[in-house]
């Protein structure tokens, strides 16, 4: 068990990827799950105020009218779906935890809204149709490494129809400066967010070249030891602009957040507007 420790504290390369699920983990993702559902918490999704505030933004700036074929990629449980869908959009949401979609589906159902729910990963994604607006909300983008994150623009950029819009957040330079890199750990007794038994969380918070950090943990139970790696990529409006636009995208806005707040140099996340 020692010698397995030692290995899974060991500082992984680049963008490394975790070997076991994290988002369709049949625990974890209850967890996620319950904070997506938590109106007050900005964990899985933001806060509902800011939720509504960002769907209100977003109707008025590509609005329905002219841009009805939505497309809600990392959709979680549908929380953004359905009200897209009460502003007026025909929505597709996709999402890779089927927990998520299960739920989306079911909740959609009840209220009597025409939203299509697929599971799938949205770096491989299988719809056979063209959209007129792609969104991708609360910093997915820069989760994904340097080459995934090529293969989520392309997928967009092929399901879109010339001259159509896509909208996602990332975090900013500014919060890559405040982060702090730090070793914790943390003893769980049982129903905590990784494990159902009880668990030793170490974590450790650091940084990598290029405005990457890592946020690693190691899940330590009676069973079994498991390294988790979440890595984020940090923007300003540069070096964003200068990925996107690699990828064949025009530019269309650029603000500090999806709710259109002005963009500034304090802004903690970076949105834009592209234009396929
Ligand atoms: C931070 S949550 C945001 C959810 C939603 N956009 C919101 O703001 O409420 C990210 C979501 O993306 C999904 N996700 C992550 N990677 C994915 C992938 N490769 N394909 C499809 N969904 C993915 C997760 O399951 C999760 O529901």
């Not at 020692?2 to 504290?9: A, D, F, R, T, V």
């Not at 405040?178 to 494990?195: D, H, L, P, S």
């Not at 603000?255 to 970076?270: A, C, F, H, K, Q």
Request: net charge negative.
């Amino acid at each position: 068990m020692l010698y397995e420790i030692k290995e899974l504290l060991k500082r992984p390369e680049l963008y490394q990827e975790t070997s076991i699920p994290f988002w369709d983990d049949e625990y974890i993702s209850k967890q996620m799950f319950k904070a997506h559902l938590d109106p007050e918490f900005d964990g899985a999704s933001r806060k509902m105020a800011f939720i509504e505030k960002s769907v209100k933004w977003i109707a008025g700036t590509v609005p329905p009218k002219d841009y009805p074929l939505l497309l809600d990629l990392g959709c979680g449980p549908g929380i953004y779906g359905e009200l897209f869908a009460r502003a007026g959009y025909q929505v597709t949401g996709v999402d890779f935890s089927s927990r998520s979609i299960d739920y989306a589906k079911k909740s959609a159902a009840e209220k009597k809204l025409n939203i299509d729910y697929f599971y799938q990963n949205y770096l491989s994604l299988e719809l056979n149709r063209k959209f007129d607006f792609a969104v991708m909300i609360y910093c997915d983008y820069g989760a994904l490494s340097t080459e995934k994150r090529k293969i989520v623009l392309k997928q967009v950029y092929d399901h879109l129809k010339p001259g159509g819009k896509f909208l996602f957040d990332a975090f900013s330079l500014n919060e890559f400066n405040a982060f702090q890199e730090k070793q914790i750990w943390e003893v769980q007794e049982q129903n905590g967010f990784w494990r159902e038994e009880g668990y030793v969380e170490l974590k450790r918070c650091c940084k990598y070249p290029q405005h990457v950090t890592l946020e690693q943990y190691i899940i330590i139970s009676k069973a079994e030891a498991s390294s988790y790696y979440l890595w984020n990529t940090f923007y300003n409006k540069e070096t964003l602009l200068k990925e996107v636009e690699e990828c064949g995208f025009k530019t269309y806005g650029i603000y500090g957040d999806v709710s259109g707040t002005t963009w500034n140099m304090e802004s903690p996340t970076i949105a834009v507007i592209l234009e396929k």
